[in-house]
């Protein structure tokens, strides 16, 4: 499914579609897996990734949707001409 506002594979497309992928191909089977410790090796690398990706796409997004060009300014000006009573 294509996000919003998008006009074809984007980087933030082919992050999505990376983490639905790992998630379609998921053995819930070996989540369950407990190691002689009592960790679940498997669930841990598992949401160790989502947690990085999910990270990665939000730094994306953050990027190309929410920042502002290099060379525009706010329309109260420079940090320096802004005087805080």
């Known amino acids: 499914k294509s996000l919003p ?3 074809g594979s984007s980087r ?3 992050i999505v579609d990376d983490v639905a992928m790992r998630l379609r191909r ?3 089977d070996e989540l369950e897996d407990v190691t002689a ?8 690398a ?3 990734g989502m947690h990085r990706d999910l990270r990665e796409l939000s730094s ?3 990027a190309i ?4 060009p290099g060379d525009m300014q706010p329309l109260w000006g ?4 802004r005087v805080v009573p």
């Open 37 to 44: 410790e009592g960790k679940r090796d498997e669930l841990n």
């Open 60 to 62: 994306v997004i953050t």
């Open 46 to 48: 598992l949401m160790t």
């Open 26 to 28: 998921i053995e819930p």
């Open 5 to 7: 506002g998008s006009s």
């Open 12 to 14: 933030p497309e082919r």
């Open 78 to 81: 420079p940090a320096e001409r």
């Open 65 to 68: 949707h929410l920042s502002l």
